[in-house]
């Protein structure tokens, strides 16, 4: 079985400020990861991928994520926020056989001007 | 042109209805997906079919069944709605597990 765990519900920076949200995965076998976006009103749109190539991923907007096997992490980070990166983020992970994505809960990012 | 469509965007209708929703996608994929969105934002799939075969079947009311008439379409019908089936449900396609699956805008259901 996988598994997927975003630590904090909701994150609060500083327009300028780096923006670190954490996820955390469990799975039987390697996994391939992703980061998608939700805006309000909207579906989801891919920020990154894990698929088992460089563990240092780089996506869309400025944001990266690090694939970290001892840890299990797969947390993902912006230098600098921008007012436009507040919306919810998803972390997901596909295993073995199966390509459906178990979502984590989702974490909201808020950023103050 | 939009990769995965869904129609309708809102559906508003009474509890014991039936309704349905339908999804296309013109990315070529063999796979596609019905998930559910709660009202806490929380991401679950219900059902995905591969080449028009059924292959992911989670527990879901039989209220809720899903038709592919053929690679590009998925469509959900449900019978007999009831209040806790207010969600957001998405559409999505994929080509493969290691490849991103990519969703439709999504279809707010409210039940009154």
């Known amino acids: 079985a996988q598994s997927v765990t975003q630590l904090g519900s909701h994150v609060s920076v500083s327009e300028g400020a780096l923006v670190l949200l954490r996820c955390n995965y469990s799975?039987?076998?390697?996994?391939?990861l992703f980061w998608y976006v939700q805006y309000p009103n909207q579906g989801l749109q891919l920020l990154l991928k894990y698929t088992s190539a460089a563990t240092l991923v780089k996506g869309i907007n400025g944001f990266e994520a690090e694939f970290k096997k001892s840890e299990t992490s797969f947390h993902l980070t912006k230098p600098s926020a921008h007012m436009s990166d507040a919306a919810e983020y998803f972390c997901?992970?596909?295993?073995?056989?199966?390509?459906?994505?178990?979502f984590g809960s989702g974490t909201r990012l808020q950023v103050q001007p | 042109d939009t990769a995965v469509s869904q129609t309708p965007k809102y559906l508003v209708t009474q509890m014991g209805n039936d309704k349905s929703i339908k999804c296309e996608q013109n990315?070529?994929?063999?796979?596609m997906y019905w998930y559910k969105q709660d009202s806490k934002k929380f991401l679950k799939i219900m059902f995905s079919y591969n080449n028009k075969e059924l292959i992911i079947n989670e527990t879901v009311p039989n209220r809720f069944s899903p038709k592919s008439p053929d690679k590009a379409h998925l469509n959900l019908h449900i019978n007999s709605l009831e209040l806790g089936d207010s969600a957001v449900y998405f559409c999505?396609?994929?080509?493969?597990?290691?490849?991103?699956?990519?969703f439709g805008d999504g279809t707010r259901l409210s039940i009154l």
């Open positions: 999505a396609s994929s080509q493969s597990r290691d490849q991103p699956q990519h």
């Open positions: 799975s039987s076998v390697p996994p391939y």
């Open positions: 990315l070529g994929h063999d796979t």
């Open positions: 997901a992970v596909s295993g073995t056989g199966r390509r459906a994505l178990t």
